[in-house]
T-cell receptor, first 115, second 115 residues
Framework: DTEVTQTPKHLVMGMTNKKSLKCEQHMGHRAMYWYKQKAKKPPELMFVYSYEKLSINESVPSRFSPECPNSSLLNLHLHALQPEDSALYLC??????????????FGPGTRLTVL | AQSVTQLDSQVPVFEEAPVELRCNYSSSVSVYLFWYVQYPNQGLQLLLKYLSGSTLVKGINGFEAEFNKSQTSFHLRKPSVHISDTAEYFCAVIEGVKGNTPLVFGKGTRLSVIA
């Protein structure tokens, strides 16, 4: 099983809503990542969890709140988002963490639209 | 800090013709290099990677890339493209010496295969 799954596939929310994105992997990977990708742009790293601890936060606004309940799950809680936060949110995982030899495996993404 | 330059934002090519997508990187230390493909409305899929050893790396779907340390390049090639290869291609680099450094993506090259 080399799959990273993400739910939901699509999400439309208002600026006052609270929602969550979910990511799951069963490859035994101990590092998980959230990326944001705007149209026609490369992915931008948001957060990295390594062994269930937050190891990188790329100065992301507090309206995005990550959570890693266990080694297989990664959530991204969303609150009071802005229309410019509309993007494809990608989850990825890798075996051990930010070691150079670790390959990151990506999920299909959640397409988020903020109205 | 490392950076990645993909010299062509768009590459149109006729079906069954060869293609080369160019990638140059800058880093003062050793690096690991990756090519990812993103089909429309999907996540990223690993095509191939260079970690060490032979500088010619073969990947999935008939793609290959050659690591050239003196020219700091990692160009992606395919001898005969298919319509199904139409996608966005991202070159990415991670510094190999120290841990806890994120994957850095180039801006992407849009490959359009014309029938």
């Amino acid at each position: 099983d080399t799959e990273v799954t993400q739910t939901p596939k699509h999400l439309v929310m208002g600026m006052t809503n609270k929602k969550s994105l979910k990511c799951e992997q069963h490859m035994g990977h101990r590092a998980m990542y959230w990326y944001k990708q705007k149209a026609k742009k490369p992915p931008e790293l948001m957060f990295v969890y390594s062994y269930e601890k937050l190891s990188i936060n790329e100065s992301v606004p507090s309206r995005f709140s990550p959570e890693c309940p266990n080694s297989s799950l990664l959530n991204l809680h969303l609150h009071a988002l802005q229309p410019e936060d509309s993007a494809l949110y990608l989850c990825a995982s890798s075996l051990n963490g930010l070691a150079g030899t670790d390959t990151q495996y990506f999920g299909p993404g959640t397409r988020l639209t903020v109205l | 800090a490392q950076s990645v330059t993909q010299l062509d934002s768009q590459v149109p090519v006729f079906e069954e013709a060869p293609v080369e997508l160019r990638c140059n990187y800058s880093s003062s230390v050793s690096v690991y290099l990756f090519w990812y493909v993103q089909y429309p409305n999907q996540g990223l899929q690993l095509l191939l990677k260079y970690l060490s050893g032979s500088t010619l790396v073969k990947g999935i779907n008939g793609f290959e890339a050659e690591f050239n340390k003196s020219q700091t390049s990692f160009h992606l090639r395919k001898p005969s493209v298919h319509i199904s290869d139409t996608a966005e291609y991202f070159c990415a680099v991670i510094e190999g010496v120290k841990g806890n450094t994120p994957l850095v993506f180039g801006k992407g090259t849009r490959l359009s295969v014309i029938a």
